[in-house]
């Protein structure tokens, strides 16, 4: 039973449902599927709530009571504003502002109107972010939008936040950016010449860890390696790099499932040396044995 039908029952009867009561119906109704003549009676009926904002204070309440906290990615963006503008942006997704049926991600603290919004790529693959601009403008308020994939190029998003922090627009269209950008892929970009400084690398780092990379991606960086070949300079920084370093699997031996695994590869692959003579030569060749 619905609050609407609750409110509907003790407008009706004058009786009011305690907490028990409201409980109590919840739980009988939990599971319970609609049958085939209810759906068509209430297939194209208007929700009752279509066109209405939730009263702000009620909003605040239900996400309190979900105990929303920040995502990873909205942890990661708000370390990059932080960076860029020390206690000017504030995350304000839990509830603490909201504008009309909007709540933004991030909102400045510090007298300017305006918010920024981390938009997930699968749940906001088909928004229309003019739309949510315009609604914010309704309020006074400019907005920004950051794209989850941005954040995998941080000069990027600190491109756009610093254009939209001092009052700059910000192009949202691959071939609106600065020609020093070379696009990749959905509204994504990298610097001309430029490297990753190691703090930057740091937080990526951060971002991607616990991130599951499916098969089609895999696949996908598989094939981008095939016939990459390294060269003696990068050879030798690895080296470098990995020089007085343990190696992560010393001691360990190969699982059944894994010799497994390395020997179908192998099926069919000829030797490297097969009918090569006189590649290697045995260390004592030539060599008499003496004895004392």
Same mark, same amino acid.
């Given at each position: 039973?619905?609050?609407?039908?609750?409110?509907?029952?003790?407008?009706?009867?004058?009786?009011?449902?305690?907490?028990?009561?409201?409980?109590?119906?919840?739980?009988?109704?939990?599971?319970?599927?609609? *049958?085939?003549?209810?759906? !068509?009676?209430?297939?194209?009926?208007?929700?009752?709530?279509?066109?209405?904002?939730?009263?702000?204070?009620?909003?605040?309440?239900?996400?309190?009571?979900?105990?929303?906290?920040?995502?990873?990615?909205?942890?990661?963006?708000?370390?990059?504003?932080?960076?860029?503008?020390?206690?000017?942006?504030?995350?304000?997704?839990?509830?603490?502002?909201?504008?009309?049926?909007?709540?933004?991600?991030?909102?400045?603290?510090?007298?300017?109107?305006?918010?920024?919004?981390?938009?997930?790529?699968?749940?906001?693959?088909?928004?229309?972010?003019?739309?949510?601009?315009?609604?914010?403008?309704?309020?006074?308020?400019?907005?920004?939008?950051?794209?989850?994939?941005?954040?995998?190029?941080?000069?990027?998003?600190?491109?756009?936040?610093?254009?939209?922090?001092?009052?700059?627009?910000?192009?949202?269209?691959?071939?609106?950016?600065?020609?020093?950008?070379?696009?990749?892929?959905?509204?994504?970009?990298?610097?001309?010449?430029?490297?990753?400084?190691?703090?930057?690398?740091?937080?990526?780092?951060?971002?991607?860890?616990?991130?599951?990379?499916?098969?089609?991606?895999?696949?996908?960086?598989?094939?981008?390696?095939?016939?990459?070949?390294?060269?003696?300079?990068?050879?030798?920084?690895? *080296?470098?790099?990995? *020089?007085?370093?343990?190696?992560?699997?010393?001691?360990? *031996?190969?699982?059944?499932?894994?010799?497994?695994?390395?020997?179908?590869?192998?099926?069919?692959?000829?030797?490297?040396?097969?009918?090569?003579?006189?590649?290697?030569?045995?260390?004592? !060749?030539?060599?008499?044995?003496?004895?004392?």
């Amino acid at each position: 039973m619905t609050k609407k039908s609750i409110d509907y029952y003790q407008n009706k009867t004058g009786h009011h449902l305690t907490t028990e009561h409201r409980a109590l119906l919840s739980k009988l109704h939990t599971g319970m599927k609609a *049958s085939e003549e209810t759906k !068509k009676k209430m297939k194209g009926r208007i929700a009752w709530n279509k066109g209405k904002h939730a009263n702000p204070e009620h909003v605040r309440k239900v996400i309190a009571s979900n105990h929303w906290r920040p995502t990873k990615p909205e942890k990661y963006l708000g370390e990059i504003l932080e960076r860029l503008y020390p206690n000017e942006y504030k995350y304000t997704g839990d509830g603490n502002v909201i504008l009309g049926s909007k709540i933004p991600d991030f909102t400045n603290v510090n007298g300017k109107k305006q918010v920024i919004e981390l938009y997930g790529d699968y749940w906001h693959r088909n928004d229309n972010i003019h739309v949510d601009i315009n609604r914010y403008k309704e309020y006074g308020y400019s907005c920004l939008i950051i794209w989850e994939h941005e954040l995998g190029n941080p000069e990027l998003v600190g491109w756009k936040v610093r254009a939209f922090h001092d009052g700059f627009p910000v192009l949202i269209e691959e071939s609106q950016y600065p020609e020093n950008y070379v696009p990749k892929g959905d509204k994504c970009g990298t610097p001309k010449g430029s490297k990753l400084s190691p703090e930057h690398r740091a937080n990526i780092g951060k971002g991607n860890i616990g991130r599951i990379v499916s098969p089609e991606t895999r696949e996908k960086i598989r094939q981008s390696l095939m016939g990459h070949k390294v060269n003696e300079e990068t050879r030798r920084k690895i *080296s470098e790099a990995n *020089s007085g370093k343990e190696s992560w699997n010393k001691g360990m *031996s190969p699982s059944e499932e894994t010799r497994q695994k390395i020997a179908q590869s192998l099926m069919g692959n000829e030797p490297w040396n097969k009918g090569k003579k006189g590649l290697q030569v045995a260390w004592n !060749k030539g060599l008499k044995l003496v004895m004392n």
